[in-house]
T-cell receptor, first 115, second 112 residues
């Protein structure tokens, strides 16, 4: 158990809908990262937050947005869902703002299925 | 374009045997390279991190090597166990960037 929690574990929804994925980082970790893992793409970095501020953006679609709250938990919002958005979404956290060497601890993931 | 290529895509070995997984990258400038183990349906767990000046690093039965000149890394697993069955992912981080580049992973199956 990494200490990172993600809810829900599974999510099934329809195309065009909007969902919110939630992540609680390890106690004391200020940085949160979101990743998407699909069968044909592998793991892809979406976005990073540090202490409430956006720090880095990867291959995140405009239909997706995220935020980190004052209590450091983070939410990833996915809207106008398409079939291709079906994937595992992972949240990871690290102690400080990433300086490349800080290990990221991954949560168990949320499996999103869009029908 | 930064890329990380892993080989083989999948590998099946017998319990107790050794194996080596490969990772080639074109990420530049280079900062560090991590190997992750990901069990099915779970989040990745870091095995090792290699920086530019490191050639070899071990973590139990896992030994990672790095050749920064040829931009190649390998992960050697000794005396494999059934619990080694997982996907092994190579991740390279460029210098000055928070954004890592992930390989597609090698799926390892260890049979009794």
């Amino acid at each position: 158990d990494s200490g990172v929690t993600q809810t829900p574990k599974h999510l099934i929804t329809a195309t065009g809908q909007r969902v919110t994925l939630r992540c609680s980082p390890r106690s004391g970790d200020l940085s949160v990262y979101w990743y998407q893992q699909s069968l044909d793409q592998g793991l892809q970095f979406l976005i990073q937050y540090y202490n409430g501020e956006e720090r880095a953006k990867g291959n995140i679609l405009e239909r997706f947005s995220a935020q980190q709250f004052p209590d450091l938990h983070s939410e990833l919002n996915l809207s106008s869902l398409e079939l291709g958005d079906s994937a595992l979404y992972f949240c990871a956290s690290s102690v400080v703002e990433d300086r490349s060497y800080n290990e990221q601890f991954f949560g168990p993931g949320t499996r999103l299925t869009v029908l | 374009k930064n890329q990380v290529e892993q080989s083989p895509q999948s590998l099946i070995i017998l319990e107790g045997k050794n194996c080596t997984l490969q990772c080639n990258y074109t990420v530049s400038p280079f900062s560090n390279l991590r190997w992750y183990k990901q069990d099915t349906g779970r989040g990745p767990v870091s095995l090792t991190i290699m920086t530019f000046s490191e050639n070899t690093k071990s973590n139990g039965r896992y030994t990672a090597t790095l050749d920064a000149d040829t931009k190649q890394s390998s992960l050697h697993i000794t005396a494999s166990q059934l619990s080694d069955s997982a996907s092994y992912i190579c991740v390279v981080r460029p210098g000055g960037s928070y954004i890592p580049t992930f390989g597609r992973g090698t799926s390892l199956i260890v049979h009794p």
